[in-house]
């Protein structure tokens, strides 16, 4: 079991910037990949960015590339998302998301932090 917390959401003006945590437990050597997806109202999940535990490698969906930057901490087991040049269509519940192995869809999943850019 690997139980994730994300914080560090909230009300930001456009351009503007916030980083979020998401904060791992348990069984957290096992973990291949993290990940965040994000959803808005009416909206389905969809996915932001990524980082290879072990490695680093990271990924980035196209609309965040150059604006936001994931990063890891391994010993504090924490997974980072800093945005920046937020819009207000990056608004949406972001959620951090861990991969036990590659190839399999992300096994666990934090509860979400709203993030919300007004313009």
């Known amino acids: 079991q690997v139980q994730l917390v994300e914080s560090g959401g909230g009300l930001v003006q456009a351009g503007g910037s916030l980083r979020l945590s998401c904060a791992a437990s348990?069984?957290?050597?096992?973990?291949?990949?993290m990940g965040w997806f994000r959803q808005a109202p009416g909206k389905v999940r969809e996915f932001v960015a990524s980082i290879n535990w072990s490695d680093g490698t990271t990924n980035y969906a196209n609309s965040v590339k150059g604006r936001f930057t994931i990063s890891r901490d391994n010993a504090k087991n924490t997974v980072y998302l800093l945005m920046n040049s937020l819009k207000p269509e990056d608004t949406a519940n972001y959620y951090c998301?861990?991969?036990?192995?590659?190839?399999?869809?992300?096994?666990?999943w934090g509860q979400g932090t709203q993030v919300t850019v007004s313009s």
């Open positions: 998301a861990a991969m036990l192995r590659l190839g399999v869809p992300y096994d666990y």
């Open positions: 348990g069984r957290t050597f096992s973990t291949y990949r």
